[in-house]
C-alpha cells in the first residue's frame, strides 16, 4: 500500500514540475505568444477529453466552454470557460494525462 501512495506521490509532483515547463515551451528562448500557441477560431462544440479533465479536476463554472488547440502540443487545449456567458475564466487543459492547470485571467487580446 505504500508503495502504490508513493507512486501517486511521485506522479504528481512529476506533473507539478512539467506543467511549468509546458507552458513556457520547454527550452525554447521566448515562449510564444498565447494567440500564436492557441490559434483560433475558438471552438465552442463539446469536447470529450475536455469535459473529461474538467470533471476529473473538480472545475467548477464551466456551463459553457470554449476551446483552442495548442499547434506545439498534440492533446493541449486553452479554454475559456463560464457559467453565465459573461464572466470567463482560463484553463490550460491536457487532455491525456486529464491534468488542468488554473483558473487564469483570461487574455484579453484573445
Known amino acids: 500500500m ?15 514540475l512539467a506543467l511549468p515547463l509546458a507552458l513556457m515551451g520547454c527550452g525554447e528562448s521566448q515562449p510564444l505568444p498565447l494567440a500564436q500557441r492557441y490559434p483560433g477560431p475558438w471552438h465552442d462544440d463539446l469536447h470529450i477529453g475536455i469535459s473529461r479533465a474538467l470533471v476529473k479536476n473538480k472545475i467548477r463554472g464551466c456551463g459553457e466552454y ?23 475564466s482560463a484553463y490550460i487543459v491536457w487532455e491525456h494525462s486529464g491534468a488542468v492547470t488554473g483558473p487564469h485571467a483570461p487574455d484579453p487580446s484573445l
Do not use: F, M, N
Open 2 to 16: 505504500k508503495s502504490s501512495k508513493l507512486q501517486l506521490l511521485c506522479g504528481a509532483l512529476t506533473i507539478a
Open 66 to 88: 470554449k476551446y483552442r488547440p495548442s499547434i506545439k502540443d498534440s492533446g493541449e487545449y486553452l479554454v475559456h470557460c463560464s457559467a453565465d456567458g459573461a464572466r470567463w
